[in-house]
């Protein structure tokens, strides 16, 4: 079986069973990479080397690529994330390894909470508490808002960015 690193090989758009780590097999969320809000952005200053490692073709090929930096898609019927890897290629994170879920759960929620506001932005506070909860089910603890804290700032990024965000009647920021 051929290597990621293998000259000439197509890279996957998606990566199942995935997670990121950063030195010997440590964990670590994407969101600690740079998030690109424009295309053509660079990442700035220096940051950790964070790795993505996962697999596709139906779990029978392995992959192993320097990420760095993330985005995300609310114009969908689900939130779309993806990274960007050194290679300067996007690859979509799908169905986390389930020990890894825990690390970026507070990441998953935010970007599932800017989703849900984007496309209601009516919505009240209770209607969006539902639908995370709904959504994230499986996961303990319940979502709360507890769980945006870490990420404040990309919420009131994502809110000065997108009108729609700006104009929500509930107060995200």
């Known amino acids: 079986m051929a290597s990621s690193d293998d000259e000439g090989e197509a890279l996957p758009r998606s990566v199942s069973v995935y997670e990121f780590e950063v030195g010997k097999n440590e964990p670590?969320?994407?969101?600690?990479?740079?998030?690109?809000?424009?295309?053509?952005?660079?990442?700035?200053?220096?940051?950790?080397?964070i790795f993505l490692r996962g697999s596709f073709d139906k779990g029978l090929q392995k992959?192993?690529?320097?990420?760095?930096?993330w985005k995300f898609d609310l114009l969908n019927e689900k939130p779309e994330i993806s990274v960007l890897t050194?290679?300067?290629?996007?690859?979509?994170?799908?169905n986390p390894r389930k020990a890894f879920e825990n690390i970026i759960r507070t990441?998953?929620?935010?970007?599932?909470?800017?989703?849900?506001?984007?496309?209601?932005?009516?919505?009240?506070?209770?209607?969006?508490?539902?639908?995370?909860?709904?959504?994230?089910?499986?996961?303990?603890?319940?979502p709360s808002e507890n769980d945006l804290i870490d990420h404040i700032s990309l919420i009131g990024e994502a809110v000065k960015r997108d009108a729609t965000l700006a104009k929500s009647k509930v107060c995200i920021s």
């Open 28 to 49: 670590v969320s994407f969101a600690e990479l740079p998030v690109q809000w424009k295309n053509g952005e660079t990442p700035d200053g220096k940051q950790k080397q």
């Open 63 to 69: 992959i192993y690529k320097q990420v760095i930096a």
């Open 86 to 94: 050194k290679e300067n290629y996007w690859i979509r994170p799908v």
């Open 107 to 142: 990441i998953l929620i935010t970007v599932h909470c800017l989703h849900f506001v984007k496309r209601n932005p009516g919505t009240s506070h209770k209607a969006l508490w539902e639908h995370l909860v709904k959504v994230f089910s499986l996961f303990e603890p319940r």
